[in-house]
């Protein structure tokens, strides 16, 4: 049997890794500016990770959400403390796009609407009902383009507004960040008027925080630049560190009902494990500041070049937009350098690296580039 073919894969094999560093089997050193797609947040390996999984693994791995489950709780405790909404309630689920459909089920559940205005460049995921949120007509099936849907420019209030007024837009989802779309950064002001056009309408402010959360841009979560409070937040990717684990958040005003949202594996102990080992870590090391300052550091230091348009983003969440496809030159950065990188489109190279990025290693990074530039 042969794999689906749906990817596009560079010809590297990691088969070790520790902090930032990748090794392949020949024990060719890469350094990671990609975080396995902004999944690594605290390290590669990191020993108390390890230590975690492997402690939880051996008193029990597995079992249904027909039982109570101390680690959830514990994990609803200190996940609401550490990112400053202890007052919500936290639903456990295994993936971003899982999370979104949960955010969406959940707000339509609340205000008896079916319609979900998203954004132009959006990406929330691939599964049925967050794919339909996302702006990208490449992946969306027939199947999927039966949900209502409306795209609004970002930053266009008033367009966010005309929709609204229609009466039945149970959500407004917008991502902290925009990832895959090319590093979009909403202005604080925007995320304010969304908070209170969603209070004047009756429709549930969903942030998807899947690829901007957790600490990646100097704050737990990036809307919190903004000041806002959203009505469901939506997490993946690093919050457990590679473990697979997603989940949301809830506002107070929302009423749970047994049975309205489940799932087999969400919240099984492992990854409850991997999500509170990932939060003592951020503490511990304080990442979060480290991925501002590290973050800043390169942005401040991208060499002048006419080749690049705009280097936009925030903390360890940025992205490079040059004014030529970037594939050449992320190959170079591989194979010469042996450095991983992410993309966006085709003219962005983007960075994705674990919080725990040092200033050498970005400075490794810039080197890199000023010379594969330079070719
Ligand atoms: C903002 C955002 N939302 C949702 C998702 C989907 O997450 P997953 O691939 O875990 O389903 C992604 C993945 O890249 C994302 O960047």
């Known amino acids: ?26 024990g060719v050193e890469y350094l990671d500016l990609y975080g396995g797609h902004a999944v690594i947040s605290v390290g590669h390996s990191h020993p108390g990770y390890i230590a975690a999984l492997k402690d939880q693994l051996d008193r029990i791995g597995f079992y249904s959400n027909a039982v109570r489950n101390p680690l959830q709780e514990e994990l609803a405790q200190r996940l609401g403390e550490a990112c400053g909404y202890p007052d919500y309630a936290l639903f456990l689920d295994n993936s971003g796009a899982e ?67 229609q009466g039945d837009v149970a959500a407004v989802i917008v991502e902290g960040i925009q990832g895959c779309g090319g590093i979009h950064v909403p202005e604080a002001a925007f995320l304010q008027a969304l908070e209170a056009l969603c209070r004047k309408y009756g429709s549930v402010l969903i942030l998807d925080e899947v690829q901007s959360g957790y600490g990646r841009t100097g704050k737990f979560f990036a809307h919190q630049w903004a000041g806002i409070r959203p009505g469901i937040i939506t997490m993946g990717k690093g919050i457990a560190n590679g473990f697979p684990c ?12 047994k049975g309205m949202l489940g799932t087999t594996f969400g919240g099984n102990y492992l990854a409850c494990a991997a999500a509170l080992a990932v939060l003592d870590i951020l503490r511990k090391e304080d990442l979060m500041a480290n991925a501002l300052a590290v973050g800043e550091h390169i942005k401040a230091a991208i060499p002048a070049s006419p080749r690049i ?58 080197a890199a580039f000023q010379e594969v530039l330079a070719l």
């Not at 459909?101 to 319609?115: P, V």
Request: glycine share 8%.
């Open 309 to 366: 348009r705009e280097v936009r983003g925030k903390g360890l969440m940025l992205g490079i937009e040059m004014t030529e496809d970037v594939a050449p030159l992320r190959r170079r950065l591989l194979c010469e350098k042996h450095i991983f990188t992410g993309v966006a489109g085709s003219d962005m190279i983007r960075l994705l690296a674990p919080l725990c990025l040092t200033q050498a290693e970005a400075d490794r990074f810039l």
């Open 99 to 165: 999370s979104n459909e949960n955010a969406a089920k959940l707000a339509s559940f609340h205000t008896g609407r079916d319609r979900i205005v998203a954004f132009r460049r959006s990406f929330h995921g691939r599964t049925s009902g967050a794919v339909a949120l996302t702006d990208n007509p490449a992946i969306v099936s027939p199947f999927n383009a039966n949900h209502k849907v409306t795209f609004c420019d970002l930053g266009d209030a008033e367009g966010v507004e005309r929709a609204l007024a």
């Open 246 to 257: 997603g989940g949301i958040l809830i506002a107070p005003e929302f009423q749970a009902r």
């Open 1 to 26: 049997m042969e794999l689906f073919d749906v990817y596009s894969r560079w010809d590297v094999a990691p088969v070790r890794a520790r902090g930032c560093r990748v090794w392949d089997a020949d």
